[in-house]
């Protein structure tokens, strides 16, 4: 079996999504780790279009690609910043800006409007061709202002109201075991193996 190649420069993602391939029998590489620096122009509609672009650039590597386009979707702004959540604030993208903007659009919002959602859609390439895409999401409100030091994007603003904690305030073990990633990441790894009929990549 080909090596598995993450679509992705984020080295947040990455190593989030590395977690769950940590117990798979094959070899896992990032864009960063072969050197590849071209831009991928994501331009899709919808998660599903975007994940597939990227992992399709690593499928025509030689690799199995992998890759998560996600995004935050707040109810009171229809959807918004949905995939453009990176660069919601304007280019290049930047975390802070971007919270700043999202904090200035819900000033005003009642508690009970402040409904979001985070969503992940990872997507798998192979290298003749074989496309495969699992969502996962994980409900939250959006807070009135930051909470937390760790994780990065939108992160100290999503408050996951089952812990009372945000994403900011988790450790990375209790993040992945509830985030849009963990769950779609959680679908992917059933759907590789019974695809491949190999070892699950999360045991
Ligand atoms: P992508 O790299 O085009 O998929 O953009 C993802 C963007 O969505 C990131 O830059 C963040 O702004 C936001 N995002 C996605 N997942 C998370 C997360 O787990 N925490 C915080 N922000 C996230």
């Known amino acids: 079996m080909p090596d598995i190649l993450i679509a992705t420069h984020n080295s947040h993602k990455a190593m989030e ?4 391939l940590k117990d798979s029998n094959v070899e896992i590489k990032t864009f960063s780790d072969i050197g590849y620096n071209d831009e991928v122009v994501e331009d899709g509609k919808t998660f599903e279009e975007n994940a597939l672009i990227k992992a399709r650039v690593a499928a025509s590597l ?8 996600s995004g935050l979707c707040v109810d009171y702004l229809k959807g918004e910043p949905g995939v453009y959540s990176a660069r919601y604030a304007g ?7 971007n919270n700043d903007k999202l904090l200035d659009l819900m000033k005003d919002v009642d508690d009970e409007k402040r409904t979001a959602k985070f969503v992940s859609v990872i997507a ?9 895409c699992c969502r996962g999401e994980c409900l939250g409100v959006i807070m009135k202002s930051r909470r937390g030091n760790g994780g990065f994007g939108y992160d100290p603003l999503f408050l996951y109201r089952e812990l009372n904690k945000t994403f900011a305030e988790m450790n990375a073990e209790e993040k992945n075991s509830v985030s849009h990633r963990a769950r779609a990441m959680q679908k992917f790894a059933s759907e590789f193996s019974r695809r491949f009929n190999c070892q699950s990549p999360h045991s």
């Not at 030689?62 to 386009?69: P, T, V």
């Not at 280019?91 to 800006?97: A, F, I, L, Q, S």
């Not at 798998?124 to 495969?132: L, S």
Request: hydrophobic share 30%.
């Open 17 to 20: 999504l590395k977690f769950f």
């Open 62 to 69: 030689g690799y199995i690609g992998i890759a998560d386009d």
């Open 91 to 97: 280019e290049p993208c930047d975390d802070e800006k």
């Open 124 to 132: 798998c390439v192979t290298p003749d061709g074989k496309e495969f």
